[in-house]
């Protein structure tokens, strides 16, 4: 019977087109119910291939048509499909995520608008929105992570993906939250954006976050065994300040942040422990430092990490929220 079903079912560019003039003629709420059935009977049928077109084609238009809640639920439904049709992680279903994860809009908050109580009003739905976007854009790649780590990336899914959701949460989210933004960063393939990022949040944060903020990527790439983006990290951000005629942050943080990177060339355990004790009031300055470094240690010189209240905290942050 099933397979009587499944060749009873019509190509699906028909409906496509159906469903495309209904959302441009505004009804995005009945096309949405409509290409969640269609690609439901299409999925049903063991049609992976069609259902994954229906739901692309309808999360980019109702995206583009800035109907976020309908475009991300339908990008999510997409993530889902391909995991329940078991398609791997390769340079096409990559592509078709990144396709869609582009289509969800980038709007500025009106910060230049704050004359009156109107202005204050807009500027407060305007947060609301710009809040709900980021929660259905990360609701769709921590999808996404979950089906590529599954399906042929690494344990800690697709580094495209985590670099896509850092940018975002940065970009769009109205509090920025930059040890969640780093967590994907440094789970990410591209630390040059990263630094770029990170001179941005320089420019914006308070005097006494910008080395903090610095110390906490290098740190978290450390942490991760990774010196080299460790490396071009603290490089790009140097070439970037140099560039915008600004200075890196002068501060006994970064000069342990610079020795480290050094230390960590070479076999010397004992130099690592004298930093630690020499720069104990800036490592202080954040309790996720000293959690870093016990890794580090680990990582770098394979010495096991101190028991203590801190453990577990950079964990925490590395944990992938939707595994």
Same mark, same amino acid.
């Given at each position: ?15 496509i087109?159906k469903?495309?003039?209904m959302?441009?003629e505004? *009804?995005?709420?009945e096309?949405?119910?409509?290409? @969640?059935?269609t690609?439901? %009977? ?5 049609r992976?291939?069609?259902?994954? #077109?229906i739901?692309?084609? !309808? ?9 976020v809640t309908?475009g991300?639920e339908l990008? /999510?439904?997409? $993530?889902?499909s391909l995991?329940?049709?078991?398609? +791997?992680?390769?340079n096409?279903?990559?592509? %078709?995520v990144?396709?869609?994860?582009e289509?969800f809009? %980038?709007?500025s ?7 009156d109580d ?10 609301v929105?710009a809040?709900?976007? $980021? ?5 769709f ?5 979950k ?5 042929g990336a690494?344990? *800690? ?5 985590h $670099? ?6 940065? /970009?769009?989210?109205?509090? /920025? ?8 960063f440094?789970? !990410?393939n ?5 630094? @770029? /990022?990170?001179?941005?949040?320089m420019s914006?944060?308070y005097?006494?976050?910008d080395? $903090?903020?610095?110390?906490? !990527? ?7 065994? *990774?010196? %080299? #983006? ?6 790009e951000?140097k070439?970037? &300040?140099? &560039?915008?005629?600004?200075?890196? +942050?002068?501060?006994e943080?970064?000069q342990?942040?610079?020795?480290l990177l050094?230390?960590?060339?070479? #076999?010397?355990y ?12 800036s490592?202080d300055?954040?309790?996720?430092f #000293? ?12 010495v ?8 577990g905290?950079? !964990? ?8």
């Amino acid at each position: 019977m099933s397979r009587s079903f499944k060749r009873e079912l019509p190509p699906p560019q028909a409906a496509i087109e159906k469903l495309e003039k209904m959302v441009n003629e505004g *009804n995005y709420y009945e096309a949405q119910q409509i290409y @969640k059935s269609t690609s439901a %009977r299409y999925a049903s049928a063991q049609r992976y291939s069609e259902a994954l #077109d229906i739901l692309q084609s !309808g999360a980019l238009l109702q995206l583009k048509n800035q109907q976020v809640t309908c475009g991300a639920e339908l990008a /999510t439904l997409f $993530v889902e499909s391909l995991i329940k049709g078991k398609f +791997p992680y390769n340079n096409e279903t990559l592509g %078709r995520v990144s396709r869609i994860f582009e289509a969800f809009p %980038r709007i500025s908050l009106p910060l230049e608008l704050l004359v009156d109580d109107d202005d204050m009003q807009k500027l407060s739905e305007a947060m609301v929105a710009a809040k709900a976007r $980021v929660e259905n854009c990360s609701t769709f790649l921590r999808t996404a992570l979950k089906w590529s780590a599954e399906f042929g990336a690494s344990k *800690n899914g697709s580094p495209e993906f985590h $670099v896509m959701l850092a940018d975002y949460m940065y /970009t769009e989210s109205p509090e /920025t939250d930059m040890a969640k933004v780093s967590s994907h960063f440094v789970r !990410g393939n591209n630390p040059k954006k990263f630094a @770029k /990022t990170l001179v941005n949040f320089m420019s914006k944060c308070y005097p006494e976050e910008d080395d $903090v903020a610095i110390a906490r !990527g290098v740190l978290m790439y450390l942490s991760q065994g *990774n010196l %080299r #983006d460790a490396n071009i990290l603290m490089d790009e951000i140097k070439q970037q &300040l140099e &560039l915008d005629e600004l200075d890196l +942050p002068q501060s006994e943080l970064m000069q342990f942040i610079e020795y480290l990177l050094l230390t960590l060339e070479r #076999d010397a355990y004992p130099v690592m422990k004298v930093l630690r004790q020499s720069f104990k009031s800036s490592i202080d300055r954040d309790p996720l430092f #000293d959690e870093s470094l016990d890794e580090i240690a680990d990582k770098f010189y394979n010495v096991k990490r101190r028991s203590g209240g801190l453990q577990g905290l950079l !964990g925490d942050l590395f944990k992938m929220p939707m595994m």
